[in-house]
Antibody, heavy 126, light 108 residues
Framework: QVQLQESGPGLVKPSQTLSLTCTVS??????????WSWIRQHPGKGLEWIGY???????YYNPSLKSRVTISVDTSKNQFSLKLSSVTAADTAVYYC??????????????????WGQGTLVTVSS | EIVLTQSPGTLSLSPGERATLSCRASQSVSSSYLAWYQQKPGQAPRLLIY???SRATGIPDRFSGSGSGTDFTLTISRLEPEDFAVYYCQQYGSSPTTFGQGTKVEIK
């Protein structure tokens, strides 16, 4: 059974960089076949996809966040990470990591997000 | 990007009743790459349906999905107490993948 667990600071100051890590257990990121993703949910709102990473390091980002987002992978630790720079209060959200299958077109998924972390609330405030 | 609009915003029903949730896309969703999720308070979303009509592993058969092109439906044939939650649709046929704003199914 694949499990994902987010970790990182719950409070970030405006203009700073939000950093989160997702640790995967029960399966190896380097086995391939899946995109590893970050998704966020603003309080009381819907879901917003942030981006994907493949074990090789290939990344695909939401154009709305692309200028501020970096997703990286550490296969030796079976982890992938999110960095979001220049944060504002609008970046306050629950951040989830999740797994998706590889779609027919690079950068698209397949079959939906089948495994999720429990989510971590990140608040941007001074 | 493809915008998904879900309706109604809230559905008030009693246990045992049938729930019909709609998801309409601003443009055709390629290959019916449409998924449905259930989310309960304080929990991550759970994948129910993918490919518009295929149930994910372990999902009861009272959940069914249908549709193609721009119009999709999630049907819960007989609501169980644990089905009262928020439901989201997601298209993954084109990048960026996008989600609808959700439909809340509440107890009447």
């Amino acid at each position: 059974q694949v499990q994902l667990q987010e970790s990182g600071p719950g409070l970030v100051k405006p203009s700073q960089t939000l950093s989160l890590t997702c640790t995967v257990s029960g399966g190896s990121i380097s086995s391939g076949g899946y995109y590893w993703s970050w998704i966020r949910q603003h309080p009381g709102k819907g879901l917003e996809w942030i981006g994907y990473i493949y074990y090789s390091g290939s990344t695909y980002y939401n154009p709305s966040l692309k200028s501020r987002v970096t997703i990286s992978v550490d296969t030796s630790k079976n982890q992938f990470s999110l960095k979001l720079s220049s944060v504002t209060a609008a970046d306050t959200a629950v951040y989830y990591c999740a797994r998706d299958g590889l779609g027919a077109v690079a950068g698209t998924g397949s079959g939906g997000f089948d495994y999720w972390g429990q989510g971590t609330l990140v608040t941007v405030s001074s | 990007e493809i915008v998904l609009t879900q309706s109604p915003g809230t559905l008030s029903l009693s246990p045992g009743e049938r729930a019909t949730l709609s998801c309409r896309a601003s443009q055709s969703v390629s290959s019916s790459y449409l998924a449905w999720y259930q989310q309960k308070p304080g929990q991550a979303p759970r994948l129910l349906i993918y490919g518009a009509s295929s149930r994910a592993t372990g999902i009861p058969d009272r959940f069914s999905g249908s549709g193609s092109g721009t119009d999709f439906t999630l049907t819960i044939s007989r609501l169980e107490p644990e089905d009262f939650a928020v439901y989201y649709c997601q298209q993954y046929g084109s990048s960026p993948t996008t989600f609808g704003q959700g439909t809340k199914v509440e107890i009447k």
